[in-house]
Structure formats: C-alpha cells, structure tokens
C-alpha cells in the first residue's frame, strides 16, 4: 500500500529532510545544484571585472530567491503523511 503514491509526489520525509524518492525530484535537486553553481561563477566574474559589490549583492539575492522557489516547489511535491523509511519497507 505505500508504494503507492501519487506520481505528483517526488519528495518524502527523511530525517527532517525532503528525500527525492522519484527521476523527477532527483533531477530537481541536481538542477538546483548546478543553477546555484552557476550563479556563484556568475557573481564571482562580476565582482572580478565590474563591480565587487555588485557581484555579492547578485549572489546573495540569487542564492537567496533560489533557495526560497526550491523550498516552495519541494514542498509542493512532498508527502508527509509518509517517511522515506515506510515507503521504503513497502517498495522491499
């Protein structure tokens, strides 16, 4: 029964943590991971060749805008009547 869900849900409780149980949400959190790369390469050219300020100010709002919209989409593909633990002894 809990192997289940919904395909809408991508993410499940782990240790106070969303798990990414599905491609979707893996795929996801590796997009995530490489925009917030992205923008810190981003705010380290323009610190070196324009502006130092302006380079931490882009870095600090982006990492900051970008990890509020992470957590609001996680969060809107999340299940927490379950854990990541349940749901595992029920795929086994």
Known sequence: MTAQLPDSVWFLMWRRRLQPIRREGRVAVAGYYVATVTLGLLSV????????????????????????????????HADYSISYDDWLRGTK
Request: charged share 5%; no cysteine; glycine share 16%.
């Open 45 to 76: 050219l323009v610190a070196a060749f324009l502006n130092p300020w302006l380079g931490i100010g882009i870095g600090i709002v982006g990492i900051g805008l970008m990890a509020w919209r992470f957590t609001l989409f996680t969060r809107s």
